[in-house]
T-cell receptor, first 116, second 116 residues
Framework: DAGVIQSPRHEVTEMGQEVTLRCKPISGHDYLFWYRQTMMRGLELLIYFNNNVPIDDSGMPEDRFSAKMPNASFSTLKIQPSEPRDSAVYFC??????????????FGNGTRLTVT | DQQVKQNSPSLSVQEGRISILNCDYT??????FLWYKKYPAEGPTFLIS???IKDKNEDGRFTVFLNKSAKHLSLHIVPSQPGDSAVYFCAASRWGYGGSQGNLIFGKGTKLSVKP
């Protein structure tokens, strides 16, 4: 089990550019979550998917943010256009569903985004 | 409005002594609580959990206590070891609430330093 894999680990970009963060969840996990960590707000849930379908995107800060899950093994979080206040560490996490209703989240190592 | 609060940003403990990390929550609908541990440049990893039907759960050196009337939980680490030095996040969820399906609300974390 390779765990949740995120890429890139670090991203530095200029304001106004498009940024795409990628995530490969653990095989067999039904749920995928995108979290953002900042000093001010801690770990915030942005959006989560169940069986590739977005269930709750109420945490997505604004229309500049979008997330997709085209299949069970891949998800993207896109920011277009990026702004300096988007600088944060973005975590992807997955967990099993079904009988493992409250099984814990497994997090990737995150993508540290810096927007200058 | 923070629903899960960790009021101590940091805690320093001597090796071999007990570490007590505290967490308060405001939403009485939360019924499942977890602690995650995070090392620098890594994602959070699951440590221990407790359901609201219990008031204590133990796993080796780690014990979580839940006081529902006070909306308070704590994590005890006995004995503390230098390798326990990390940021500890408290998290809460609502079992079976509509679409939440156990997505977690996190506190901002407490940085534990265990000194040799």
């Amino acid at each position: 089990d390779a765990g949740v894999i995120q890429s890139p680990r670090h991203e530095v970009t200029e304001m106004g550019q498009e940024v795409t963060l990628r995530c490969k969840p653990i095989s067999g996990h039904d749920y995928l979550f995108w979290y953002r960590q900042t000093m001010m707000r801690g770990l915030e849930l942005l959006i989560y998917f169940n069986n590739n379908v977005p269930i709750d995107d109420s945490g997505m800060p604004e229309d500049r943010f979008s997330a997709k899950m085209p299949n069970a093994s891949f998800s993207t979080l896109k920011i277009q256009p990026s702004e300096p206040r988007d600088s944060a560490v973005y975590f992807c996490a997955s967990r099993a569903g079904g009988s493992s209703y409250n099984s814990p989240l497994h997090f990737g190592n995150g993508t540290r985004l810096t927007v200058t | 409005d923070q629903q899960v609060k960790q009021n101590s940003p940091s805690l320093s403990v001597q090796e071999g002594r007990i570490s007590i990390l505290n967490c308060d929550y405001t939403n009485s609908m939360f019924d499942y609580f977890l602690w995650y541990k995070k090392y620098p440049a890594e994602g959070p990893t699951f440590l221990i959990s407790i359901s609201s039907i219990k008031d204590k759960n133990e796993d080796g050196r780690f014990t979580v206590f839940l006081n529902k009337s006070a909306k308070h939980l704590s994590l005890h680490i006995v004995p503390s070891q230098p390798g326990d030095s990390a940021v500890y996040f408290c998290a809460a969820s609502r079992w079976g609430y509509g679409g939440s399906q156990g997505n977690l609300i996190f506190g901002k974390g407490t940085k534990l330093s265990v000194k040799p």
